[in-house]
């Protein structure tokens, strides 16, 4: 049994994590209904008798028996406190461990050198700490999953930071990121240059990178609310897929199921969930093809800065209790390959596929994966060493509510198209100097960083644009893609 440590950073990363763990906790009840803790449970769960904490730091709970106590897989960091303490003291506070978080009172005032330079050298040995307690946790760690902005500054510079550390201590061990890129309209005026600073480490120090933009997520947002049936009084119908409360799963979570009360960013923060959980879902549930983590760097990342995955799912829900129709299995496989269900605003249909993963759940055969690949193939550009660049997977577990989902990830030289938007932010700022004092101020950032930073950036937009050119496509740089409201 393989297990991973999901390392949530910065108030986005710990309220993406929160989701995940709330969602991944009501799979595990729907298809675990005898409370059961098994290696499906343990890939990112421990089980443990809270009566009795171990000393040792021996994993407690090992091995099939009923479930005692959950705790979660994760360390949880923020140099503010606020969103940490909300979690500890909502719903799923007992979920996670104590002695797995990190937090300050200050914040990093969204300046990525705050966060990596002062931050990350002033918590260094507690950063390792906490992460060394969850990895001796684990009887075989296979993956870091690291949660995290990239336009504010403990997210992108702490975030950034750990990715480093975790290279340093478990140079073994597979590093993906879930990095949430900002929008053009971000109000955060320095979140250009917190992107392009974060980047050179996501380049130099990431296995796999799952590049997520705000935009995004937000269109998508106003598109599952168009779709969500009204009553006659106007009034939007959700389907409520209950866990229930005497349920071993929820023993000593104090429930698992979130309050009535949405925040602002809940369903962006469900998409990013959803995202996760259909990733690992061959890593905590069986099936016919399962696709263990580390054959997605080992099949879509060719060259080493070429780990930058476009991220595309369906069905499109935003919220675990809402429940749309589901779409027939052949237009799922099309909607996969739709720009409007796509983590970045970018069209891949018109730019070169490197490779692609299908992580399909559910009950789906292996010959409806390939006749779907067929009829996809002839639309889609592949390079030319790499025609069959498939990567497949077919967990049999569906997500609550639905009868199967599917997963792409692909490799595609369109993302420089979106890394090119943010170097254009970051260059208005930079040959203005605008803000570089807030950064040079901080001890061990210069100027040298930024530059370094934009080197790294263009390097990996070169790489990705000329070999898009030197296979004959039509190097096309993007509109922003609007979806109709």
């Known amino acids: 049994m393989t297990q991973s440590v999901v390392i949530q950073v910065g108030q986005c990363g710990n309220q993406i994590g929160c989701r995940f763990w709330d969602l991944a906790l009501r799979e595990y009840a729907h298809v675990n209904k005898n409370g059961v803790y098994d290696e499906s449970i343990g890939s990112f769960f421990r ?46 506070g007992e979920v996670f461990d104590c002695k797995q978080l990190l937090t300050d009172v200050s914040g990093s005032g969204n300046n990525w050198a705050t966060g990596h330079k002062m931050y990350g050298s002033q918590y260094r040995e507690n950063l390792s700490e906490v992460v060394r307690r969850a990895a001796e946790f684990c009887d075989c760690l296979q993956c870091f999953f690291v949660l995290h902005s990239m336009g504010g500054g403990t997210g992108s510079g702490i975030g950034t930071f750990i990715l480093n550390l975790l290279e340093d201590d478990y140079p073994e061990v597979y590093r993906f990121v879930t990095a949430v890129y900002p929008s053009a309209e971000d109000d955060v005026i320095t979140s250009p240059y917190n992107s392009v600073l974060a980047m050179r480490e996501l380049t130099n120090h990431a296995d796999c990178v799952l590049p997520i933009e705000n935009q995004a997520l937000v269109d998508i947002v106003n598109k599952i609310t168009q779709a969500i049936p009204s009553t006659k009084t106007g009034k939007r119908v959700y389907s409520h897929p209950v866990v229930k409360t005497e349920s071993a799963l929820t023993a ?79 237009q799922m496989f099309s909607d996969a390959f739709a720009s409007d269900h796509q983590m970045l ?61 599917l997963l792409t990830l692909a490799n595609n030289t369109c993302v420089h198209n979106t890394f090119s938007e943010i170097r254009d932010r970051f260059n208005k700022l930079y040959k203005r100097k605008a803000h570089l004092h807030h950064y040079t101020q901080v001890e061990g950032m210069e100027l040298a960083d930024f530059t370094d930073s934009l080197e790294s950036l263009n390097s990996v937009i070169t790489e990705y644009y000329s070999l898009e050119q030197s296979m004959g496509q039509p190097v096309v740089v993007e509109p922003r893609l609007q979806i109709a409201s």
């Open 47 to 92: 089980n443990v008798d809270s009566r009795h904490e171990d000393p040792a730091n021996i994993p407690l709970g090992h091995g099939k028996g009923k479930i005692k106590s959950l705790k979660a897989r994760a360390v949880l960091v923020d140099m503010e406190e606020g969103v940490v303490s909300e979690m500890m003291k909502g719903p799923l």
């Open 252 to 330: 000593g979570t104090s429930g698992v199921v979130s309050s009535s009360k949405e925040r602002p960013f809940d369903k962006m923060n469900n998409l990013v969930a959803n995202l996760l959980l259909n990733m690992t879902s061959s890593a905590r549930f069986e099936g016919s093809l399962n696709v263990d983590l580390n054959e997605i760097t080992m099949n879509l990342v060719p060259f080493p800065k070429m780990h930058y995955l476009v991220a595309s799912q369906t069905p499109l829900y935003c919220m675990s209790d809402v429940h749309l129709p589901p779409r027939r299995l052949d």
């Open 345 to 405: 605003q970018v069209n891949p249909k018109r730019s070169l596929y490197l490779a692609c993963a299908l992580m399909v759940r559910g009950n789906v055969e292996l010959s409806d994966i390939r006749r779907n690949i067929d009829r996809l193939k002839p639309n889609l550009h592949f390079v030319n060493w790499n025609q069959e660049g498939w990567k497949t997977g077919l967990c049999s577990v569906a997500p609550v509510g639905q009868p199967y989902s």
